[in-house]
C-alpha cells in the first residue's frame, strides 16, 4: 500500500512538471514598435485623444497639468522602435516619453526642450533616436527614452 501512495505521489510529480515545462514558451525577438509616422490628433471635450490609425486613446490632461497650460489644440504622438510614446504639443516645453503597462502609461521620462516653449512641434522617426523640430524657429532635437542627446 505504501509503495502504491508514493509511486502515484511520483507519477504526479512528475506530470505536473511535464505540463509545466510545456507551458508558453514561444518568444519573438527583435520587434520594432516604432512608428515611422507622427500621429497629430485633438483632444475631445474631456480631453481624450484618440488615434484610430494606431489604435490608442488616453486623457492628455494630466499631461496638460503637468506642462501647467489649461489646453492644446493638437498633440504630436509617435512611438520608437522600444515601443516608448513620446508626446508633445505647441507651447510645451517638454517632450513626455511614456511606456506602456497594462492598461496605463507610466511617465518614463519628462525632457525639456526650450524654456520658450515649441512653436510648431514635429516628431520624426530617426531610428535610434526621435527628432523633434520647431518649425516656428527650425531648430532640432534629438530625443530617445533616456533624454536628450
Same mark, same amino acid.
Given at each position: 500500500?505504501?509503495? $502504491?501512495?508514493?509511486?502515484?505521489? &511520483? &507519477?504526479?510529480?512528475?506530470? !505536473? !512538471? /511535464?505540463?509545466?515545462?510545456?507551458?508558453?514558451?514561444?518568444? &519573438? /525577438?527583435?520587434?520594432? $514598435?516604432?512608428?515611422?509616422? #507622427?500621429?497629430?490628433?485633438?483632444?475631445?471635450?474631456?480631453?481624450?485623444?484618440?488615434? #484610430?490609425?494606431?489604435? &490608442?486613446?488616453? /486623457?492628455?490632461?494630466?499631461?496638460?497639468?503637468?506642462? +501647467?497650460?489649461? /489646453?492644446?489644440?493638437?498633440?504630436?504622438?509617435?512611438? +520608437?522602435?522600444?515601443?516608448? $510614446?513620446?508626446?508633445?504639443?505647441?507651447?510645451?516645453?517638454?517632450?513626455?516619453?511614456?511606456?506602456?503597462?497594462?492598461?496605463?502609461? +507610466?511617465?518614463?521620462?519628462?525632457?525639456?526642450?526650450?524654456?520658450?516653449?515649441?512653436?510648431?512641434?514635429?516628431? +520624426?522617426?530617426?531610428?535610434?533616436?526621435?527628432?523633434?523640430?520647431?518649425?516656428?524657429?527650425?531648430?532640432? $532635437?534629438?530625443?530617445?527614452?533616456?533624454?536628450?542627446?
Amino acid at each position: 500500500m505504501a509503495n $502504491y501512495k508514493l509511486s502515484t505521489l &511520483i &507519477i504526479s510529480v512528475a506530470l !505536473m !512538471m /511535464s505540463v509545466a515545462a510545456c507551458g508558453p514558451s514561444l518568444v &519573438i /525577438s527583435d520587434v520594432d $514598435y516604432a512608428q515611422p509616422i #507622427e500621429s497629430v490628433v485633438s483632444p475631445d471635450a474631456d480631453n481624450i485623444i484618440k488615434d #484610430e490609425r494606431y489604435a &490608442i486613446s488616453f /486623457s492628455v490632461a494630466p499631461i496638460l497639468e503637468e506642462e +501647467n497650460v489649461g /489646453s492644446a489644440d493638437e498633440f504630436r504622438l509617435i512611438r +520608437n522602435n522600444r515601443g516608448f $510614446y513620446f508626446i508633445t504639443a505647441a507651447g510645451f516645453t517638454n517632450v513626455y516619453v511614456f511606456e506602456p503597462a497594462d492598461g496605463e502609461l +507610466n511617465l518614463k521620462r519628462k525632457i525639456e526642450i526650450t524654456g520658450d516653449g515649441l512653436g510648431q512641434p514635429a516628431l +520624426n522617426q530617426r531610428g535610434d533616436h526621435i527628432e523633434v523640430i520647431d518649425r516656428a524657429t527650425g531648430e532640432t $532635437y534629438q530625443v530617445n527614452e533616456e533624454g536628450r542627446r
